[in-house]
T-cell receptor, first 110, second 112 residues
Framework: EAQVTQNPRYLITVTGKKLTVTCSQNMNHEYMSWYRQDPGLGLRQIYY???????DKGDVPEGYKVSRKEKRNFPLILESPSPNQTSLYFC?????????FGQGTRLTVV | AQKVTQAQTEISVVEKEDVTLDCVYE???????LFWYKQPPSGELVFLIR??????QNEISGRYSWNFQKSTSSFNFTITASQVVDSAVYFC?????????FGAGTTVTVRA
């Protein structure tokens, strides 16, 4: 079954404690991206990757890092999380004009 | 730059009423794709429709219908005879090659 898998689904953490949200896809897609969703703002793109070892900033990259060492994985790294990064995060992979989204990760930073 | 505007923040209707969600977009591209997604209370994003910029034919799928008008840069979505299960946040999105640009979303509440 074609899918994008994010882990964890829910995470509560403290300010400053580094964390990684993993994202994996099984469709051999070259393109992957991360979004955050906040009330009244919709989904905003954080980073995207057109292929292995190729990443670029989206609209709201501050405070985030990504890596793309292999095609299937695209982890999102928060080196020093802050409360304003409390949000719902989605990973997506895309082939052509068809996007597949993960189930979402609800992150709370206290 | 591209932008998607969903001016309606919240809509509340009684079951069986029709509800129309507005979506207006801006883009300089001549080729683009438009989408609607549904986000139920469980949080996942559910794909509803994709439309390319060259296809202005309206589409109907069950109780859902879409009206794409390139002249007004609008891609509106109507739910006919709404049901409680239609309660969700609905997002309109515009695709260029490297990102989907989403509107802010419209929360639809259908009351029994």
């Amino acid at each position: 079954e074609a899918q994008v898998t994010q882990n964890p689904r829910y995470l509560i953490t403290v300010t400053g404690k580094k964390l990684t949200v993993t994202c994996s896809q099984n469709m051999n897609h070259e393109y992957m991206s991360w979004y955050r969703q906040d009330p009244g703002l919709g989904l905003r793109q954080i980073y995207y990757s057109m292929n292995v070892e190729v990443t670029d900033k989206g609209d709201v990259p501050e405070g985030y890092k990504v890596s793309r060492k292999e095609k299937r994985n695209f982890p999102l790294i928060l080196e020093s999380p802050s409360p304003n990064q409390t949000s719902l995060y989605f990973c997506a992979s895309k082939a052509g004009r068809e996007a597949f989204f993960g189930q979402g990760t609800r992150l709370t930073v206290v | 730059a591209q932008k998607v505007t969903q001016a309606q923040t919240e809509i509340s209707v009684v079951e069986k009423e029709d509800v129309t969600l507005d979506c207006v977009y801006e883009t300089r591209d001549t080729t683009y794709y438009l989408f609607w997604y549904k986000q139920p209370p469980s949080g996942e994003l559910v794909f509803l429709i994709r439309r390319n910029s060259f296809d202005e034919q309206n589409e109907i799928s069950g109780r859902y219908s879409w009206n794409f008008q390139k002249s007004t840069s609008s891609f509106n979505f109507t739910i006919t005879a709404s049901q409680v299960v239609d309660s969700a946040v609905y997002f309109c999105a515009l695709d260029n090659d490297y990102k989907l640009s989403f509107g802010a979303g419209t929360t639809v509440t259908v009351r029994a």
